[in-house]
């Protein structure tokens, strides 16, 4: 329960003291409070922080970011920053083995075993290079903009087809679309030129004109489509409704069929098929009618353009990373850039409502609509915000691009309620809804999660405060967020406050489960890393408690840039990180580690219990009454926290200690990086429920390695008595990790989620070039 709230409990109590004594005109005027006063709880979860939000440019006052690959979640798509864009996209399958709509490939699917598919190239404003690589067909997706004219200017796409090997010869449909939601004021209609293409209008482009053009080759069959489609997220449905069967030269084609179209307004959706045999070029060129244009973006001026703005980004990716002149080869510099691409070419553009859920709301209700600017963990299995990832984002992010990063920032600011609070997942629009199984889709407002992205300003702070101070722009924009900064402070220390003054804790644990071994704390984002085992309002989270020390210290920092008072930020930075208090809470003396505290016992099973109908299914059982103590018989990722957070003072004899565990294969340390979860720990690798694997009970997590590293180099700089020691693990751990990450990209085509501890295999969700494209960083040795 939070600190606020507790106080609005009192003025009701104390409310209803007075009306007892009170008159009953009196009596009435309190009960009308009551019931105002209700609807004010229940509307504060969805009542924005306030009217003066930090982005305060965007859509075409920000022409050159205007038009982007914003639609992460598809293979190939193009859109605006605008509530309701005119969106792009293509979908693509091979007539000879179509079965089924899934054999369409549209939305990032891992279900559709691509050998690999990543942006190899991406600068996150002006263009992009994509290598997708379908078993032996290499399809690339290139795009460049040209900026002129009024609404953010033009585009051209090039999609080509062409086999790896040299020995298909394959028939490809390549289906190419152009749709506007209902919502979007403004029309579409098909023209042809040579192929059928599109034009329209709308409020936020103009008169525009789509012209598809096959460059290299003949298009063996084309048809085209222009029809109703009732939302996004249902563009493939529509296509597979109005696919007709076709033999056509001893193939069976699925063509459309309604040639002639008839002009409706509710039409929304145009579609064309191409189908060829590959190789195939086609250009799809986008023209704005307020630009003038000596010549249109396509063959050999596109190949040019895209080459001019692909040096620029070598040159830039050399002078911003450096890895050239760290001596990595050109294959590890290779899979650098696409580790980068892949993150700065997933920036999404969302729109829409949150579900929420606060005590006071008797079912979830509408947060307000608001866009969302952000990168996504995984384009295929995570495409959508999710605030603890976007902190990690963004240190890349900021490293090539502040002012990407700031507006990143800026956006998830002004997601912020009146109460401070910023919900962790964010599912906004159709498309993304359409993603996510209901259960996972309601935030409640009494759930954090760690408040990364005061990392994410202290490593701007620290790496970039010249480029901050330089532009007025700049420091505005941190101006404008400061508020909302100290507000989000005062949520985390006022509504995870422990009982214990100093201390802190994750709320959201299911105290009352009988299924899980271990009630996971989703909100402190390490999912079902062991904890108490019986939550209680007792326990106190070392990880919190260092993320608030570290935020607290972060506001000082940004406040005495911006010349703000800052003495309670400073006061309780200091108190938090002092660390004769930090081991009377946390540290155990017995296993020499730090640890959470709460009321637990390791001897918990999950026990099989049979029914009458001789179904099974597994219960957790609990063999030994739990006890106050500290959970110290586990150790990872959490117990690193004070090191990993610089809580600990560089003359503690606490890092030796730490320095040896980390080094012990037996405990944390492999070739491929640190482990979540110490091998010695009882729920190390063990199932949470029936059906929930480990998560973070053992893989590596790069994410974790990263802080680690930036913290051995931390510790390693001067001359602190374990300096020469942070050295050594520095070295070792940032090489153990390069070379693997980079081995399974080799191996597998792909980032990965988190890493096998024994085998170093990528493991989870994939491509995942969220946090672990921090690899770059590492290698480019910028914390
Ligand atoms: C590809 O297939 C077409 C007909 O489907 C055939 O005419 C052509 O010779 C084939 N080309 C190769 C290189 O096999
Ligand atoms: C417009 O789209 C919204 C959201 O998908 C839907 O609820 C509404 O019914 C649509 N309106 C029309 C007129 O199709
Ligand atoms: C494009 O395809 C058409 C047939 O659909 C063909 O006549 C034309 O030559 C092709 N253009 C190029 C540049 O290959
Ligand atoms: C955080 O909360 C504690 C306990 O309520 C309080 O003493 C401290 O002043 C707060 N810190 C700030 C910066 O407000
Ligand atoms: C290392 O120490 C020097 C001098 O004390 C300081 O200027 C520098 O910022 C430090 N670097 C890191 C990474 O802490
Ligand atoms: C990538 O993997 C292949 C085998 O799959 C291997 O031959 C090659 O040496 C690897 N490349 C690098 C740079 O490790």
Same mark, same amino acid.
Request: charged share 20%.
């Given at each position: 329960?939070?600190?606020?709230?507790?106080?609005?409990?009192?003025?009701?109590?104390?409310?209803?003291?007075?009306?007892?004594?009170?008159?009953?005109?009196?009596?009435?005027?309190?009960?009308?409070?009551?019931?105002?006063?209700?609807?004010?709880?229940?509307?504060?979860?969805?009542?924005?922080?306030?009217?003066?939000?930090?982005?305060?440019?965007?859509?075409?006052?920000?022409?050159?970011?205007?038009?982007?690959?914003?639609?992460?979640?598809?293979?190939?798509?193009?859109?605006?920053?605008?509530?309701?864009?005119?969106?792009?996209?293509?979908?693509?399958?091979?007539?000879?083995?179509?079965?089924?709509?899934?054999?369409?490939?549209?939305?990032?699917?891992?279900?559709?075993?691509?050998?690999?598919?990543?942006?190899?190239?991406?600068?996150?404003?002006?263009?992009?290079?994509?290598?997708?690589?379908?078993?032996?067909?290499?399809?690339?997706?290139?795009?460049?903009?040209?900026?002129?004219?009024?609404?953010?200017?033009?585009?051209?796409?090039?999609?080509?087809?062409?086999?790896?090997?040299?020995?298909?010869?394959?028939?490809?449909?390549?289906? %190419?679309?152009?749709?506007?939601?209902?919502?979007?004021? +403004?029309?579409? &209609?098909?023209?042809?030129?040579?192929?059928?293409?599109?034009?329209?209008?709308?409020?936020?482009?103009?008169?525009?004109?789509?012209?598809?053009?096959?460059?290299?080759?003949?298009?063996?069959?084309?048809?085209?489509?222009?029809?109703?489609?009732?939302?996004?997220?249902?563009?493939?449905?529509?296509?597979?409704?109005?696919?007709?069967?076709?033999?056509?030269?001893?193939?069976?084609?699925?063509?459309?069929?309604?040639?002639?179209?008839?002009?409706?307004?509710?039409?929304?959706?145009?579609?064309?098929?191409?189908?060829?045999?590959?190789?195939?070029?086609?250009?799809?060129?986008?023209?704005?009618?307020?630009?003038?244009?000596?010549?249109?973006?396509?063959?050999?001026?596109?190949?040019?353009?895209?080459?001019?703005? &692909?040096?620029?980004?070598?040159?830039?990716?050399?002078?911003?990373?450096?890895?050239?002149?760290?001596?990595?080869?050109?294959?590890?510099?290779?899979?650098?850039?696409?580790?980068?691409?892949? %993150?700065?070419?997933?920036?999404?553009?969302?729109?829409?409502?949150?579900?929420?859920?606060?005590?006071?709301?008797?079912?979830?209700?509408?947060?307000?609509?608001?866009?969302?600017?952000?990168?996504?963990?995984?384009?295929?299995?995570?495409?959508?915000?999710?605030?603890?990832?976007?902190?990690?984002?963004?240190?890349?992010?900021?490293?090539?691009?502040?002012?990407?990063?700031?507006?990143?920032?800026?956006?998830?600011?002004? %997601?912020?309620?009146?109460?401070?609070?910023?919900?962790?997942?964010?599912?906004? +629009?159709?498309?993304?809804?359409?993603?996510?199984?209901?259960?996972?889709?309601?935030?409640?407002?009494?759930?954090?999660?760690?408040?990364?992205?005061?990392?994410?300003?202290?490593?701007?702070?620290?790496?970039?405060?010249?480029?901050?101070?330089?532009?007025?722009?700049?420091?505005?924009?941190?101006?404008?967020?400061?508020?909302?900064?100290?507000?989000?402070?005062?949520?985390?220390?006022?509504?995870?406050?422990?009982?214990?003054?100093?201390?802190?804790?994750?709320?959201?644990?299911?105290?009352?489960?009988?299924?899980?071994?271990?009630?996971?704390?989703?909100?402190? +984002?390490?999912?079902?890393?062991?904890?108490?085992?019986?939550?209680?309002?007792?326990?106190?989270?070392?990880?919190?408690?260092?993320?608030?020390?570290?935020?607290?210290?972060?506001?000082?920092?940004?406040?005495?840039?911006?010349?703000?008072?800052?003495?309670?930020?400073?006061?309780?930075?200091?108190?938090?990180?002092?660390?004769?208090?930090?081991?009377?809470?946390?540290?155990?003396?017995?296993?020499?580690?730090?640890?959470?505290?709460?009321?637990?016992?390791?001897?918990?099973?999950?026990?099989?219990?049979?029914?009458?109908?001789?179904?099974?299914?597994?219960?957790?059982?609990?063999?030994?009454?739990?006890?106050?103590?500290?959970?110290?018989?586990?150790?990872?990722?959490?117990?690193?926290?004070?090191?990993?957070?610089?809580?600990?003072?560089?003359?503690?004899?606490?890092?030796?200690?730490?320095?040896?565990?980390?080094?012990?294969?037996?405990?944390?340390?492999?070739?491929?990086?640190?482990?979540?979860?110490?091998?010695?720990?009882?729920?190390?690798?063990?199932?949470?429920?029936?059906?929930?694997?480990?998560?973070?009970?053992?893989?590596?997590?790069?994410?974790?390695?990263?802080?680690?590293? &930036?913290?051995?180099?931390?510790?390693?700089?001067?001359?602190?008595?374990?300096?020469?020691?942070?050295?050594?693990?520095?070295?070792?751990?940032?090489?153990?990790?390069?070379?693997?990450?980079?081995?399974?990209?080799?191996?597998?085509?792909?980032?990965?989620?988190?890493?096998?501890?024994?085998?170093?295999?990528?493991?989870?969700?994939?491509?995942?070039?969220?946090?672990?494209?921090?690899?770059?960083?590492?290698?480019?040795?910028?914390?």
């Amino acid at each position: 329960m939070s600190v606020n709230v507790e106080r609005y409990h009192q003025n009701e109590n104390s409310s209803f003291i007075c009306s007892v004594r009170a008159f009953v005109p009196a009596f009435c005027l309190v009960v009308a409070f009551c019931i105002g006063y209700k609807g004010y709880l229940e509307t504060r979860i969805n009542t924005p922080f306030d009217k003066l939000k930090v982005v305060h440019k965007t859509s075409l006052s920000v022409p050159d970011r205007y038009w982007g690959s914003y639609r992460p979640y598809v293979y190939f798509g193009m859109k605006t920053r605008d509530p309701y864009s005119l969106v792009t996209g293509m979908m693509w399958y091979y007539p000879s083995k179509i079965q089924k709509g899934e054999d369409i490939r549209h939305w990032c699917e891992q279900n559709d075993y691509l050998k690999g598919y990543t942006w190899t190239e991406h600068d996150g404003r002006n263009f992009g290079i994509q290598i997708i690589n379908d078993d032996d067909i290499k399809i690339t997706t290139s795009f460049v903009k040209k900026l002129h004219g009024n609404f953010g200017g033009d585009w051209t796409a090039r999609i080509s087809f062409n086999s790896a090997n040299k020995i298909v010869n394959e028939t490809v449909s390549l289906l %190419l679309y152009t749709a506007i939601e209902n919502q979007t004021v +403004g029309y579409i &209609k098909p023209k042809r030129y040579g192929i059928m293409s599109a034009t329209g209008y709308t409020e936020g482009l103009g008169e525009f004109r789509i012209k598809i053009k096959n460059i290299t080759q003949s298009v063996i069959h084309e048809s085209y489509l222009f029809t109703k489609c009732s939302s996004l997220n249902v563009i493939k449905e529509t296509i597979l409704n109005n696919f007709h069967l076709l033999h056509f030269n001893r193939e069976r084609l699925f063509v459309f069929t309604k040639n002639l179209y008839s002009i409706n307004s509710e039409s929304n959706l145009i579609v064309t098929q191409l189908i060829f045999k590959i190789p195939f070029d086609v250009d799809v060129i986008f023209e704005s009618s307020s630009a003038f244009r000596q010549e249109t973006l396509t063959g050999d001026l596109y190949t040019a353009e895209l080459n001019k703005n &692909k040096k620029l980004f070598n040159d830039n990716f050399e002078k911003t990373f450096k890895l050239d002149s760290k001596k990595f080869n050109m294959d590890e510099i290779k899979f650098a850039k696409a580790a980068f691409s892949n %993150l700065i070419g997933g920036i999404g553009y969302f729109y829409g409502a949150s579900q929420v859920l606060s005590k006071y709301t008797s079912s979830p209700v509408p947060y307000w609509k608001a866009p969302l600017y952000t990168a996504v963990p995984s384009r295929s299995f995570f495409p959508r915000g999710f605030l603890w990832d976007e902190g990690f984002h963004g240190l890349v992010i900021a490293v090539w691009d502040l002012d990407i990063e700031l507006d990143i920032i800026s956006h998830w600011f002004d %997601l912020m309620n009146v109460e401070g609070w910023i919900p962790r997942e964010q599912i906004l +629009g159709a498309e993304a809804l359409s993603r996510v199984p209901s259960e996972f889709v309601t935030q409640i407002n009494t759930n954090a999660n760690p408040p990364v992205f005061f990392l994410t300003l202290s490593f701007i702070l620290q790496n970039f405060e010249e480029q901050l101070i330089e532009q007025s722009s700049r420091l505005e924009t941190l101006d404008r967020l400061y508020n909302r900064l100290v507000a989000w402070f005062d949520w985390f220390n006022n509504t995870q406050i422990g009982i214990i003054p100093g201390t802190y804790r994750w709320r959201g644990r299911d105290s009352n489960t009988n299924k899980e071994l271990n009630p996971k704390t989703l909100t402190s +984002g390490f999912d079902d890393y062991p904890r108490a085992s019986h939550p209680t309002d007792e326990e106190m989270h070392l990880d919190l408690r260092c993320w608030i020390a570290y935020s607290a210290a972060t506001i000082v920092k940004v406040s005495k840039l911006l010349n703000k008072p800052y003495s309670r930020f400073a006061e309780t930075a200091l108190y938090l990180s002092d660390n004769f208090l930090l081991d009377q809470h946390h540290w155990s003396e017995t296993h020499e580690l730090y640890a959470d505290y709460g009321l637990h016992t390791d001897e918990i099973i999950l026990f099989n219990i049979h029914d009458k109908n001789a179904n099974h299914h597994m219960e957790r059982k609990v063999l030994k009454s739990p006890v106050f103590r500290l959970v110290d018989s586990t150790f990872g990722y959490n117990s690193l926290f004070p090191f990993i957070l610089h809580l600990l003072d560089p003359e503690s004899p606490k890092l030796e200690i730490i320095f040896k565990k980390l080094r012990d294969p037996k405990l944390l340390w492999t070739d491929f990086g640190i482990r979540s979860l110490s091998k010695n720990s009882p729920l190390y690798m063990k199932y949470n429920t029936e059906y929930d694997p480990p998560y973070w009970r053992g893989s590596i997590w790069i994410n974790i390695n990263y802080l680690i590293i &930036k913290s051995l180099k931390y510790y390693s700089n001067g001359s602190g008595p374990y300096s020469t020691k942070a050295k050594i693990l520095y070295q070792e751990l940032r090489k153990n990790i390069i070379t693997n990450v980079f081995k399974e990209y080799n191996r597998t085509g792909y980032l990965w989620e988190h890493y096998n501890d024994i085998t170093g295999h990528g493991e989870g969700s994939r491509p995942f070039t969220g946090w672990t494209s921090l690899v770059l960083l590492i290698m480019g040795e910028i914390f």
